[in-house]
């Protein structure tokens, strides 16, 4: 759904799951839009949260929705959607580039953010891949074969049928404009904007995700949060909520539960 609120700011477009008093938002990747979720709803406990999965400007339900593309307009976009529904304090889930959504939404809002769940992130230091492979990813807007290249290797090299799948999804959900804007923001670094932030962050990382390793995130979302830990999911690779989702669930909802209240 696309809103609009009083003083005229269009407002992202989101799903509703559950009914629950916890409320969570959750953000998804440069790949796709909140359908990447769609595995895992089944595995939610409905009764105790309420998921709001948020499509970004260009994504989903917000294809429509042009911008800068920025951590900033991301994060002010998501408290938008969280004015809308009434919440006061609330968990987020960001993934891959939204990684650095949620710690931009940690650094402007502190207070409202309950805790953080960043599934194998980008930091906001950004995206630690070298400038000729971001380069290669800009090719995957276009290029299909590109594009299977990247998802087969940042998923431990699952099948060519999930290849494919990952191409349906986003060549139908994702607007080819934003994901230059998003690729700009993925080396657009705010690191002193975060550091020391207290607010407690689960690093979940699958163990087949290249570049996004343990000693990537001790170097980052660790040795920044005082508050940060990590968990790491075996034989897995960066989307631990399509390729293990009953485990996905157990281990988040585990962590949102130890910081509910």
Known sequence: MNQTTECGRDVLGFTVHGTGSEPVMVLHDWNG???????????????????VFVDLRGYGDSRSLTGEYTAREAAADCLAVAELLGWTR?????????????????????????????????????????????????????DDDAFRQ???FISG???????????????????????AGY?????????????????PFLVLIGERDPGLDEAAMEKTF??????????????????PMQERPPLFATLVERYLRSHAG
Not at 33 to 49: G, I, K, M, S
Not at 230 to 238: F, K, L, R, S, T
Request: charged share 20%; net charge negative.
């Open 222 to 239: 660790l040795a920044w949060h005082p508050n940060a830990e990590i968990q790491v999911i075996a034989d897995c690779g960066h989307y």
């Open 33 to 51: 839009d909140h359908t990447t979720y769609d595995p895992v709803r089944p595995y939610l406990d409905a009764a105790t949260f309420t998921y």
């Open 183 to 199: 690729l700009r923001m993925l080396t657009t670094a705010f690191v002193e904007d975060v550091r020391g932030l207290e607010t």
């Open 157 to 179: 090299e699952l099948s060519d049928q999930w290849a494919e799948a990952k191409l349906r999804q986003c060549r139908l959900t994702v607007d080819p404009a934003c994901r």
């Open 90 to 142: 609330f968990h987020v889930i960001g993934h891959s580039m939204t990684g650095m959504v949620a710690q931009r939404l940690a650094a402007d809002a502190g207070d409202r953010v309950k805790s953080v769940v960043a599934v194998c992130p980008i930091s906001a230091a950004g995206s630690p891949a070298p400038a000729e492979a971001l380069a290669f990813f800009a090719l995957t807007t276009e």
């Open 150 to 152: 990247v998802i087969r």
